[in-house]
């Protein structure tokens, strides 16, 4: 535990051209294996538009998920502990969209350099007349795993 969790997480952390695909690699697991066991649990990984290098258009998220109430999913990794960039956040315009036709969006964080997990949902992104340059993790929950963040959330 402590320093071996750390170095263990710094160690996960990707290169420059692949950061975020561990991550994303986490959430994938748990949400196809809740999708296998629970009927009324359906997920949909969005085409990731920046991998198509235009050819695709910009995506709203990683995933649509849905338990009965219909979710937008962004998996995020950083090495920041206090504060996610908004610009980790790039479809943060069409998140708020989707939230205001009443897509519950949420944005799970990595974060390598304490190996731990938090999230971000509409009340921590959308309370700003306008959006901050970055927001605050300070005070959000952390799990030590992605499938506990997940099991919070769609459980």
């Known amino acids: ?13 990707s290169s420059v051209a692949d950061r975020g695909k561990w991550a994303e690699q986490q959430a994938r697991q748990w949400l196809d294996r809740q999708s296998e066991i629970d009927a009324n649990f359906a997920v949909h990984r969005y085409p990731d538009a920046k ?53 519950t969006p949420y ?23 306008d959006c901050p340059p970055s927001f605050d993790m300070k005070q959000r929950p952390k799990f030590s795993t992605c499938a506990a963040v997940l099991e919070e959330l769609f459980t």
């Open 1 to 13: 535990s402590g320093v071996a969790d750390v170095q263990a997480g710094v160690a996960r952390m």
């Open 107 to 129: 944005v799970v964080v990595y974060r390598s350099t304490t190996n731990d997990w938090t999230y971000l949902g509409p009340d921590e992104m959308f309370c700003f007349d």
């Open 51 to 103: 991998a198509a290098r235009g050819a695709l258009a910009k995506q709203p998220s990683d995933y649509l998920v849905s338990n009965g109430t219909i979710y937008h999913l962004e998996i995020k990794e950083t090495k920041e502990v206090n504060r996610l960039p908004k610009a980790k956040i790039r479809q943060y315009g069409m998140l708020l969209k989707w939230h205001w036709a009443k897509i």
